[in-house]
């Protein structure tokens, strides 16, 4: 190098040794980026995130080092040093030789039910008991010598393989592994599918059907959105026409408080229903609640009905206005007439939040913290909120609940109704002659400031957003603004957020559509602040997602 600049010979010199220092410290730097780089491609490989893909053109493109390392960054991987990031491989290849079971397991139906264990090396002569519970009730139990089970050996421990029993049944099942070594006890959820989804006998039959936006609909006795009784109207329509099934889009709940937050595919929860498809006057308390009856039928209440009917597009914060207004007077007439009275409808709402349990308890709480600290919810969602009220297993959330039941009352009661009318209109479907009936849609994420992502802040990525890569329409690809849901941690979880997820959207229809279903195998994350170009594929358990989905198939027919 130094030739280079002029010097015919190296020497000793004091600048010939400057130039060598130099030489030697740039060489150093060099090795160490390339270390880093290996170590950022490994940790890329560990965790599923792809190094390259195919455009739409079927032609091969690399992801840049510096995107790899963003997205690492945002899943928690400390990037910035050597040593943290193998601290992050050793982390995940288990170099320090841990006892590891998984948390989940996902088999088919006949299939035989093996487990994998993690077993140090020093422990392979430990006896392992084991304890299964299966989902009828009945319990198979064993205990096995890991050494006479190894499939194979690593540096500080070996895979060890067994069965549990004979072939299972389809279900959720639990297994507990006993460790003598250390008294240390592990759970397992054994989760075992069908070989396909669910179908009705008639598969060879093609079937028809229409798809609509809901909130699209008009009548001349809807409050200028469509709701469940213009959507039971339509089905039995198209019943009679021959078609089997009617498609609608998301239904998922978003923010009563902030009613021009309207996207259905970026929502505030995507286990339950937006309140505003609820036809008010359908509710059973609005016959008997004199209130609520000359509310509506004043005539300015009848001018602003006029109104939004009459709107070429949905006015959300009209409509949302004259609704919570009236089912707030419909509630207070429920309490009065039902809750306080232990009526057999009363009964119906107790049995509703019982089967909602925590999550429809919490979303309701999110609504109540939501309206009280509007201006910060608005301008950041939760994260905006004051401290105390970011954990919701806080003490202030707790006291702010107890302080607000009525409020998150209210929420349970609108869920309720909109889930009672949903149930309604499929019903209408079916018995007017559709095969399948009403065909969902669930979104294929959330919204990062929504009630799901605070009460389960560790499942979503937020440094990232899921999006597309570019193509030809979108040269610099799409980034749709909602956090992933991390890989890791949907396996730490034994996957019950998507569980539930299906369970919640599979209610009350006969099909139901997987918004971007390739998001059972992969999406694309960018990292936060960048392109969408400078995004990577970010694989996902396929086949075990896919075998939930096939159970819950034939869970909800």
């Known amino acids: 190098m130094c030739g280079i600049l002029g010097a015919t010979k190296l020497g000793t010199g004091s600048g010939e040794i400057r130039c060598r220092i130099r030489i030697a410290f740039a060489l150093i730097k060099f090795q160490k980026i390339m270390n880093n780089i290996r170590l950022i491609r490994k940790l890329c490989t560990l965790t599923g995130i792809a190094d390259a893909y195919r455009d739409h053109l079927n032609q091969p493109r690399a992801i840049s080092d510096e995107s790899l390392a963003a997205l690492l960054a945002a899943r928690g991987f400390d990037t910035e040093s050597e040593q943290a990031l193998r601290n992050g491989i050793a982390e995940l290849t288990n170099k320090a030789g841990e006892f590891r079971v998984p948390p ?12 994998s264990l993690q077993v140090p090396l020093t422990g392979l002569e430990q006896e392992l008991t ?12 064993g205990a096995l010598t890991p050494a006479e089970h190894v499939l194979r050996e690593h540096d500080a421990y070996a895979v060890c393989e067994f069965e549990i029993g004979s072939s299972l049944e389809p279900g959720y099942h639990w297994l507990n592994v006993a460790n003598s070594r250390d008294a240390s006890e592990h759970r397992v959820r054994v989760i075992v599918a069908p070989q396909s989804a669910y179908g009705n006998g008639e598969n060879e039959a093609r079937e028809w059907g229409v798809s609509v936006q809901l909130y699209a609909l008009r009548s001349r006795r809807n409050w200028g959105i469509g709701d469940f009784t213009d959507l039971a109207w339509l089905a039995q329509e198209l019943a009679e026409a021959g078609a089997d099934f009617l498609g609608i889009n998301p239904l998922h709940a978003l923010y009563p408080s902030n009613p021009e937050h309207a996207s259905p595919y970026s929502p505030a929860s995507r286990a339950f229903i937006n309140y505003l498809y609820i036809d008010v006057e359908a509710v059973p308390e609005f016959a008997s609640c004199p209130a609520a009856q000359d509310k509506v039928a004043s005539e ?10 009459e709107c070429s597009h949905v006015d959300y914060s009209g409509v949302a206005f004259l609704k919570l207004v009236i089912l707030r007077h419909l509630y207070e007439h429920f309490v009065i007439t039902a809750l306080r009275q232990d009526s057999e409808r009363a009964a119906r709402f107790h049995e509703f939040v019982e089967e909602g349990g925590a999550a429809l308890e919490q979303l309701c709480l999110f609504y109540a913290l939501y309206a009280d600290h509007r201006k910060a919810s608005r301008h950041g969602g939760w994260r905006n909120w004051p401290d105390q009220f970011k954990d919701p297993d806080s003490e202030a959330v707790a006291q702010f609940a107890e302080n607000h039941a009525d409020t998150v009352r209210f929420y349970m009661y609108l869920q309720w109704l909109a889930d009672e009318q949903l149930a309604k209109a499929h019903a209408a479907a079916l018995s007017t002659g559709m095969r399948t009936g009403l065909y969902r849609d669930l979104a294929v994420g959330i919204d990062a400031n929504g009630a799901d992502n605070w009460r389960n802040q560790d499942l979503y990525c937020v440094g990232a957003s899921v999006g597309a890569p570019p193509d030809s329409i979108a040269l610099q690809g799409q980034d749709w603004g909602l956090p992933p849901m991390e890989p890791r941690n949907m396996r730490a979880e034994a996957y ?8 919640d959207n599979m209610r009350h229809c006969g099909a139901l559509r997987l918004d ?20 990577a594929y970010v694989r996902y358990p396929f086949n075990d997602l896919l075998g939930i989905v096939t159970l819950e198939s034939h869970r909800n027919r």
């Open 130 to 141: 084991w304890r299964l519970l299966k989902e009828d009730g009945s319990i198979v139990k």
């Open 300 to 309: 300015y209440f009848q001018s602003r009905l006029t109104m939004l009917r």
């Open 104 to 115: 989940v397991i996902v088999l088919r139906q006949d299939e035989q039910p093996m487990v």
């Open 496 to 503: 019950e957020t998507f569980i539930t997820d299906l369970r």
């Open 516 to 535: 971007h279903v390739m998001q059972l195998m992969r999406l694309w994350w960018t990292p936060a602040g960048r392109p969408s170009s400078e995004g």
